[in-house]
């Protein structure tokens, strides 16, 4: 409109009344410059704008605004512009209605547009199922791993059990037998109960207790008195001994011509050995840490 | 008074109605709103000059709309739409811009 008015027929003036306005510089050509002052109510002093008398039926922006809408005039050409901006209101209400539409975002769309989105969706699609694919990876190899590590602390313990065994810090069961010695003239002595367990673990004794007292790797025994110490323990006849092994091999391996058994009888000793299917070692010894030896295998 | 109150009626019209856009001017409308709004303001612009016309408002106002439409339309059919309504949007947005600037003068004198 302001071009179809300024620039087809004002042209000149437009221009000049742009530049005239932009650079706040009171030119005697201008006719809307020249009346401004006359509408400041107070012209600061020296400005260098001189008043000048109103042209008569010439009227200022403002005043033209106001009028134009107090009062309210049915006029022709309000009527006409009521009409126009009617239907600019209602286009663009309707506009934006349905541009906050949500569902609709897609439907005022060009088909290239409609194109581009499409293949972006596509390339994401693409792009998150890579990543899918690379997290599903990660994951189950996670899982295996984990599964690995559950296998190794399940041998892990499985191997504590086992060595438990053969330290004395945990309590056995298992087929084997038991064995009496009574002693009642004190004639058996520490050598005799070494040599008896030492013929025991040669048979294939897996775990040995006496009297309450579990022999391991550096068990000793020592004559005190009328009786024995095993490690420190002092024990006194009847010796029982509770081991775990085959009692197939055990039991011979005791009675065999020159062994333990004829030995102690040749001391005046009472020897019974009795095969059992399930004897329990249950006498424990703590773990000792060892102060200097340290694992070398890791 | 009689013009604002066309506009404010208009938008309250189009609220409460919210017709169905029809598919076949559904990607003109934004651009000829923006070429209305373009008109509407150098109409104010010259009725602040005292240069009003109404034959002439009515004409820019229309063939504003439908100039704005047929460069979409064209644009459209040539497969340049997208980059057609933007400059369109872009140069009806100077023009906003420097009409409103020039309102702005004679309503604040700044």
């Known amino acids: 409109m302001s071009d179809n008015q300024h620039s087809d027929s004002e042209h000149h003036e437009h221009a000049h009344h742009e530049h005239a306005h932009g650079e706040h510089a009171a030119r005697p050509g201008n006719q809307l410059r020249k009346e401004l002052p006359a509408e400041v109510p107070a012209p600061a002093p020296g400005a260098g704008q001189r008043p000048v008398p109103r042209p008569e039926g010439s009227l200022t922006g403002r005043q033209r605004l106001v009028k134009g809408l107090w009062p309210p005039r049915l006029t022709r050409p309000q009527l006409i512009v009521a009409l126009l901006l009617f239907g600019l209101g209602f286009g663009l209400a309707v506009q934006v209605a349905s541009n906050s539409d949500t569902d609709s975002a897609l439907r005022g769309a060009r088909q290239e547009d409609l194109v581009r989105i499409l293949d972006e969706l596509d390339s994401r699609t693409q792009r998150l199922e890579d990543e899918r694919q690379g997290l599903e990876k990660q994951r189950s190899e996670l899982q295996s791993s984990s599964d690995q590590a559950a296998e190794a602390r399940k041998q892990t313990a499985e191997k504590e059990r086992q060595l438990g065994i053969l330290a004395g810090t945990v309590a056995a069961q298992g087929p084997g037998i038991t064995m009496t010695i009574e002693d009642t003239k004190g004639t058996v002595q520490s050598d005799m109960l070494l040599d008896t367990i030492q013929e025991l673990r040669a048979a294939g004794a897996e775990a040995i207790q006496v009297n309450g007292v579990r022999v391991v790797a550096n068990t000793y025994f020592a004559d005190a008195g009328k009786s024995v110490s095993v490690d420190g323990n002092k024990i006194n006849a009847p010796y029982r001994f509770k081991v775990i092994g085959k009692p197939q091999d055990l039991e011979p391996a005791l009675n065999i011509p020159g062994g333990v058994v004829q030995t102690l009888e040749k001391e005046q000793a009472t020897v019974s050995v009795a095969q059992s299917g399930k004897v329990v070692v249950d006498a424990l010894r703590q773990a000792k840490q060892p102060d200097y030896a340290r694992s070398s295998s890791q | ?110």
Not at chain 2, 14 to 43: K, T
């Open chain 2, 1 to 110: 008074m009689i013009a604002v109150l066309g506009l404010v009626v208009g938008v309250v019209a189009g609220l409460l109605v919210r017709p169905e856009v029809p598919a076949v001017v559904e990607p003109y409308l934004p651009i000829a709103v923006v070429a209305a709004l373009d008109a509407v303001f150098g109409g104010l612009r010259a009725m602040l000059d005292g240069i009003f016309d109404d034959k002439v408002f009515v004409v820019s106002f229309l063939s504003n709309v439908v100039v704005a439409a047929l460069i979409v339309f064209l644009g459209d059919k040539l497969g340049v739409g997208a980059q057609l309504s933007t400059g369109v949007v872009v140069v009806l947005g100077i023009r906003i811009f420097s009409n409103a600037a020039a309102i702005r003068r004679h309503v604040f004198r700044a």
